[in-house]
């Protein structure tokens, strides 16, 4: 599976983006997807994820309200709107597919496809 983030830019506070998460080379409607980001000198961190099955969500708790992670299988597909946008939001967002019984959805290592990443720059 190959992924393509796009829809990253800059943005004042208070605006929105949707970032989309597009697979190829096989679909990927049966993988639980996570959205990451990685703000300069900080660790990578979880912001949401879209489960399989069953498409339960999660949400970081710094997100939850703002931020809405959904799929389209049709289109091999997975966004997340981000609303209200803050600075602290600034980062480069990633799109991972998760193995499997690979472990935690927290974990990093649980992820095997990575996207090339997108920059949400939030201006104050």
């Known amino acids: 599976v190959q992924l393509q983030a796009s829809g990253g830019g800059l943005v004042q506070a208070g605006g929105s983006l949707r970032l989309s998460c597009a697979a190829s080379?096989?679909?990927?409607?049966?993988?639980?997807v996570g959205w990451w980001r990685q703000a300069p000198g900080r660790e990578r961190e979880l912001v949401a994820v879209i489960l399989w099955p069953g498409g339960e969500k999660y949400y970081a708790d710094s997100v939850k309200g703002r931020f809405t992670v959904s799929r389209d299988n049709a289109k091999n597909t997975v966004y997340l709107q981000m609303n209200d946008l803050k600075p602290e939001d600034t980062a480069v967002y990633y799109c991972?597919?998760?193995?499997?019984?690979?472990?935690?959805?927290?974990?990093?290592?649980?992820?095997?496809?990575w996207g090339q990443g997108t920059l949400v720059t939030v201006s104050s």
């Open positions: 991972a597919t998760k193995r499997p019984g690979s472990g935690s959805i927290y974990s990093t290592g649980a992820y095997d496809y």
């Open positions: 080379g096989r679909s990927f409607s049966t993988y639980t």
